[in-house]
């Protein structure tokens, strides 16, 4: 089993969440999101991002609008519509749903090998 393709797998299933997380605290420019993603430890390469960001928008999940830049071409800065914000509230619960699962799941693997430690030390 390749652990590399399991780990990009993990990583794909949450990264629509934080890029909309970013995108609803305020407007931003993907360049942006890429250096918060990356400030956050999370790898966000432009040509993953486009794309999603592209096929959000074909959705009615993100809107743009076109800011001038006065160090080059005007800048598309991306914004949550009100189907986004729905979208979005809807993928927050699946998130606390699914993070609160899986750590009550390790954690029991934590208390079973504390457990099993004490079990062995007496």
């Given at each position: 089993?390749n652990?590399?393709?399991?780990?990009?797998?993990?990583?794909?299933?949450?990264?629509?969440?934080?890029?909309?997380?970013?995108?609803?605290?305020?407007?931003?420019y993907?360049?942006?999101?890429?250096?918060?993603?990356?400030?956050?430890?999370?790898?966000?390469?432009?040509g993953?991002?486009?794309?999603?960001?592209?096929?959000l928008?074909?959705?009615?999940?993100?809107?743009y609008?076109?800011?001038?830049?006065?160090?080059?071409?005007?800048r598309k800065?991306?914004i949550?519509?009100?189907?986004?914000?729905?979208?979005?509230?809807?993928l927050?619960?699946?998130?606390?749903?699914?993070?609160?699962?899986?750590?009550?799941?390790v954690?029991?693997?934590?208390?079973?090998?504390?457990?099993?430690?004490?079990?062995t030390?007496q």
């Open positions: 089993m652990i590399e393709n399991t780990q990009s797998q993990m990583r794909k299933g949450v990264l629509e969440y934080c890029i909309l997380a970013i995108i609803r605290r305020n407007e931003a993907p360049g942006d999101i890429i250096d918060e993603m990356k400030s956050a430890g999370l790898q966000l390469l432009e993953t991002l486009y794309p999603l960001l592209n096929r928008k074909n959705a009615e999940i993100l809107t609008r076109w800011v001038e830049s006065t160090s080059g071409p005007p800065y991306f949550l519509t009100e189907k986004g914000e729905e979208f979005y509230q809807l927050e619960a699946t998130w606390i749903e699914l993070s609160s699962g899986v750590e009550a799941v954690k029991a693997n934590y208390k079973k090998a504390d457990n099993e430690s004490n079990t030390e």
